[in-house]
């Protein structure tokens, strides 16, 4: 059973800070990876999507990376905003099944930054 | 566009009533799927269409009735529900994942359901 965790749970950084954070999964039978944002009470906003035969992607300050063999990929948001602060979440789909078997989401890591 | 949008925003219910959540795209996706996100948690997978046909249940109660009328419309019919069916609930739609796609999810802002 696919499992995915995100560490850390929480991340207070002052403005301007560079910073990681980190997506693991326990299957690496995977299709591609998905990152989102949440805003708080709101919807999730789709980031960045890795497909499994890539090893990275980039969207103006945000960069994903994925290592399949050992079961992680990892979001850097370079010269963080205070308007970066909310949850981010990643989602595994797996190789296998239907075409549209289902995401499996991470624990999300809710991000601080101070003015 | 890349827009789903679900309707209402938010909705308040008694244990007896019966009322709809609407989701709609016009993004020409194919699939369709409902979420139930609770509090600080992880969105959690409910039902999903594709091409208008329901192809998972996640063994969700039979309160909750899915519909999917068209390509571009997805419904959640609720009747009877508990007080611990409040939550955030999310529609999100997508292309499949073949002939190249990669099957990536476009999600609503959500309906924010309380149940009396």
């Known amino acids: 059973k696919q499992e995915v965790t995100q560490i850390p749970a929480a991340l207070s950084v002052p403005e301007g800070e560079n910073l990681v954070l980190n997506c693991s999964f326990t299957?690496?039978?995977?299709?591609?990876l998905q990152w989102f944002r949440q805003d708080p009470g709101k919807g999730l906003t789709s980031l960045l999507l890795?497909?499994?035969?890539?090893r990275e992607q980039t969207s103006g300050r945000l960069n994903a990376s994925l290592d399949k063999s050992s079961g992680r990929s990892t979001l850097y948001i370079a010269a963080s905003q205070p308007g970066d602060s909310a949850t981010y979440l990643c989602a595994v789909r797996r190789n296998y099944g239907g075409a549209t078997n289902k995401l499996i989401f991470g624990t999300g890591t809710l991000l601080a930054v101070q003015p | 566009d890349t827009e789903v949008t679900q309707t209402p925003k938010h909705l308040v219910m008694g244990m007896t009533n019966k009322k709809s959540l609407k989701c709609e795209q016009h993004m020409g996706h194919r699939a369709m799927y409902w979420y139930k996100q609770k509090a600080k948690k992880p969105p959690e997978l409910m039902f999903v269409?594709?091409?208008?046909?329901?192809?998972i249940n996640e063994s969700v109660p039979s309160r909750f009735s899915p519909e999917c009328p068209n390509s571009s419309l997805l419904n959640l019919h609720l009747h009877a529900l508990q007080p611990e069916d409040s939550a955030l609930y999310l529609c999100?739609?997508?292309?499949?994942?073949?002939?190249?796609?990669?099957?990536?999810?476009?999600f609503g802002e959500g309906s924010r359901l309380t149940v009396l």
């Open positions: 890795i497909q499994s035969s890539q």
């Open positions: 269409y594709s091409y208008e046909k329901l192809s």
């Open positions: 999100a739609s997508s292309h499949h994942r073949d002939r190249g796609r990669t099957g990536e999810l476009f």
């Open positions: 299957d690496s039978a995977i299709y591609n």
